[in-house]
């Protein structure tokens, strides 16, 4: 008889610790403060390959997984293409048809520096990567600072991944 109750409250004291987080949409990442994990050693053809040590240089950079099926990864590009005029962009091709991403990046412009592919997905999960768009601020030893997952734009941008990145650039 007192299962019903028990199990109701602890219900309601859930739901109510879920609504009073800081940010209840926001995925924790597990991985800021961490090396980045590697990336894949492929490449979209007419494209630098991604490598390691590129996440390791001197300065703050992004990694951005997308893809050209991604309607979200679309709506942030012009996004990228402005980012990328201040400081390295390199993109992760998810899970994306070869033809189909370049056809994208020659559409639209090709903002990342440098690019790997992950047809199969499996570096999306060492990362972490819940679906594209998602973008990491990494320091210059190659940690990560940030991790923002939907796409970069509107409010979202501005109030959310903007702050992280001018402070990840102050502080270099």
């Not at 033809?99 to 999960?125: E, H, K, M, Y």
Request: with cysteine; proline share 10%; aromatic share 8%.
């Amino acid at each position: 008889m007192l299962i019903p109750p028990v199990v109701f409250l602890a219900l309601a004291l859930t739901f109510l610790w879920g609504m009073g987080r800081e940010d209840p949409e926001g995925l924790p990442s597990t991985f800021v403060g961490r090396e980045a994990p590697a990336v894949p050693q492929t490449t979209l053809p007419g494209n630098t390959q991604l490598t390691d040590e590129m996440l390791r240089q001197p300065g703050v950079k992004l990694v951005n997984f997308w893809a050209s099926w991604c309607p979200p990864c679309r709506a942030e590009h012009p996004t990228l293409m402005e980012l990328s005029k201040r400081l390295p962009v390199y993109g992760v091709d998810l899970k994306d048809n070869e033809a189909d991403a370049l056809r994208f990046l020659s559409q639209d412009g090709n903002p990342f520096a440098a690019v790997s592919t992950d047809p199969r997905g499996r570096t999306a999960i060492d990362w972490g990567v819940t679906a594209p768009p998602e973008t990491f601020i990494i320091d210059g030893a190659g940690k990560i600072l940030y991790r923002h997952a939907g796409p970069l734009v509107r409010e979202d941008y501005t109030n959310r991944f903007l702050p992280q990145l001018e402070a990840a650039l102050a502080a270099e």
